[in-house]
Each structure stands twice: as C-alpha cells, then as structure tokens.
C-alpha cells in the first residue's frame, strides 16, 4: 500500500516547539511536492505549506508564516514541517499530502494524520 506516515505530534505549552515527519511507504517522494495540512474538530481543512519536489521553493499560509518551516531530505525519504511558537490555535490533526506540483488540487496520496496540541 502507497502511503505516507506522519510523526512527532504530541502535547506542547504554548511558545514551545515541535518538529512534524512525513515519510512514504511503498514509493520514493523526489517526485511529488509535499504539503502539509490541518485541521480542527468542527473546523475546515486547512492548507499550512507546501515544498516543491528539490525543495527549492516553499510557501506558507498567513496563518503560520514566520512560526513555521517545512523541508524535505530526499535521501530519507521524509519532508519536515518545524513548528516553533506554538499557540493554542494551532492545535489540530495534521496530515501531509504528495502531488506533482504545489498548488494543485489534487493529491495522490495522504497520510493518516498526527495529532498536535498546544496547552498550558
């Protein structure tokens, strides 16, 4: 099964940090640009960052622009999303995606999420 993993949720005080791993099972990602996704009970799913497939260009949402950095090490098979400063509001399920290319709509393959939460 085509798949990928994510990792290194958990629970964290607000300020503090975490760092998210997105690694693929049954194929190779130096083909696909990764996003990263979350999303809250009740909430819409949200678009965070995407990283193109040599990892040369990036983008972020508002949301977490400055707080966050998503990076990839073709050679491990894994994209990265570092998550510094920490709020509350930034405690979802967070899932990573594959596609061709950032911004498409449509994704061929998605992890089954890591739960991240931030509380004091």
């Known amino acids: 099964q085509l798949q990928l993993v994510e990792s290194g949720g958990g629970l964290v005080q607000p300020g503090g940090s975490l760092r998210l791993s997105c690694a693929a099972s049954?194929?190779?990602?130096?083909?696909?640009?990764i996003g990263w996704f979350r999303q809250a009970p009740g909430k819409e799913r949200e678009g965070i960052s995407c990283?193109?497939?040599?990892?040369?260009?990036?983008n972020y949402a508002d949301s977490v622009k400055g707080r966050f950095t998503i990076s990839r090490d073709n050679a491990k098979n894994t994209v990265y999303l570092q998550m510094n400063s920490l709020k509350p509001e930034d405690t979802a399920v967070y899932y990573c995606?594959?596609?061709?290319?950032?911004?498409?709509?449509?994704?061929?393959?998605w992890g089954q999420g890591t739960q991240v939460t931030v509380s004091s």
């Open positions: 995606a594959a596609q061709t290319l950032c911004g498409s709509n449509w994704y061929d393959y």
């Open positions: 049954g194929f190779t990602l130096d083909a696909y640009a």
């Open positions: 990283i193109s497939t040599s990892g040369g260009s990036t």
